[in-house]
């Protein structure tokens, strides 16, 4: 079993930052991709970024060039940072992380960018 647990999320205003975390615990072996994903009210889920073992990233186009991917693979941490927040990217945004061809979530982080 893995266990995902997010952290970060909060209400920010248009222009500014935040920085996500979700750290991985479980078992978790050999190669595995981490991402995150979000959901906005009245939506479906959708892919925001991805980072594989090998640190190959791809993002949406929404936040191309304001989000970044990374991730700690001693602490099997992933993380997002959020610059030039808008108010269309508020939602719950979702840990995810692939192995062994299954995929885990973690719990949601709620995200409100708002003046």
């Known amino acids: 079993q893995v266990q995902l647990v997010e952290s970060g999320g909060g209400l920010v205003q248009p222009g500014g930052s935040l920085r996500l975390s979700c750290a991985a615990s479980?078992?978790?072996?050999?190669?595995?991709?981490m991402g995150w994903y979000r959901q906005a009210p009245g939506k479906q889920r959708e892919l925001v970024a991805v980072?594989?073992?090998?640190?190959?990233?791809n993002y949406a186009d929404s936040v191309k060039g304001r989000f970044t991917i990374s991730r700690d693979n001693v602490k099997i941490t992933v993380y997002l940072q959020m610059n030039s927040l808008k108010p269309e990217d508020t939602a719950v945004y979702y840990c995810?992380?692939?192995?062994?061809?299954?995929?885990?979530w973690g719990q949601g982080t709620q995200v409100t960018v708002s003046s």
């Open positions: 479980g078992s978790i072996t050999g190669t595995y991709a």
């Open positions: 980072i594989t073992s090998g640190d190959s990233t």
């Open positions: 995810n992380v692939k192995n062994r061809g299954r995929g885990y």
